[in-house]
């Protein structure tokens, strides 16, 4: 079987990145007749090089970062209000979301094969630590210094009230990506309602999706999971808060 054949096998669904761009950037265009040139970019995945290759990356310019390890938005609401307030006027907004999880040529989740390496490592690196952990009982080394290890800390401290989810599925490796999936969605959902006052557009569209990482020479593909467009007054108002009065904050 070829490395397509096995991921095809685990997500069916699952199609490359640059038919995914080409297909939902067409649908925003053409449908939604949303102006390209006018759409702030921003993404919630893994800080991982090898996510450098998300199609959307090569059409929409400047993106915005939110991620960090495991795909979580660490940006939080601070960098939620400040994608909103960079939207260029007249534009939308678009968020593109999820975690990543390798395969290699056997079909095996959670391993993959790096450009100009011999051996496989872990993807998502930081998604299979956490499962070693949750499997033997550890830790980072870092519990006193949070600050050195924060966002892996975090990461599994999002996940934890998963674990027996986690280890009792049939794959582990899938099954903390798919709960890493479903947090950063409720996440992104949050912190949007959170900013609803924050964005200066009308518009948000959020794609949510698992990526995966494939060998060197193969393309990448995504799983979508959710499509969404939101008229930002209708987001719902989660926990709202108001934005400091500094200054500074209010120039974000």
């Known amino acids: 079987m070829s ?3 096995h991921l095809l096998r685990e997500y069916p669904n699952a199609d490359t990145g640059q ?7 067409g649908f925003l265009s053409d449908e939604f007749k949303s102006d390209l040139n006018k759409m702030l970019f921003a993404t919630s995945v893994c800080s991982d090089d090898v996510n450098v290759s998300t199609d959307f990356r090569k ?3 400047r993106p915005f970062s939110m991620g960090g390890l495991g795909g ?5 609401y601070t960098g939620m209000v ?3 307030h960079h939207i260029p006027d007249g534009g939308d907004g678009f968020i593109f979301y999820g975690p990543h999880i390798g395969i290699n040529s056997e079909g095996r989740l959670g391993r993959m ?3 100009g390496q011999s051996h496989e490592t872990n993807s998502c690196g930081a998604l299979m630590l956490a499962l070693d952990r949750f499997k033997n009982g550890g830790s980072s080394p870092l519990m006193e210094a949070k600050h050195l290890d924060f966002e892996q800390i975090q990461l599994e401290e999002a996940l934890s009230p998963f674990k027996e989810r986690i280890l009792s599925a049939d794959n582990q490796a899938k099954e903390i990506t798919e709960v890493a999936m479903e947090v950063i969605h409720r996440r992104i959902r949050k912190l949007s309602g959170m900013a609803k006052k924050e964005f200066n557009c009308d518009r948000l569209f959020c794609l949510g999706g698992v ?10 593909y995504v799983d979508v999971r ?3 467009m939101y008229n930002v007054n209708d987001l719902e108002e989660i926990y709202p808060i108001s934005l400091l009065e500094s200054e500074a904050f209010k120039a974000l």
Do not use: C, E, M
């Open 72 to 76: 979580l938005p660490f940006a939080g």
């Open 82 to 84: 400040a994608f909103a």
């Open 226 to 228: 959710h499509f969404s």
């Open 19 to 25: 038919n995914v761009t080409d297909k939902y950037l």
């Open 59 to 61: 059409v929409l310019k």
């Open 211 to 220: 990526i995966i990482n494939t060998d060197p020479g193969t393309p990448d």
């Open 3 to 5: 490395i397509q054949d």
């Open 113 to 115: 094969l790096r450009q």
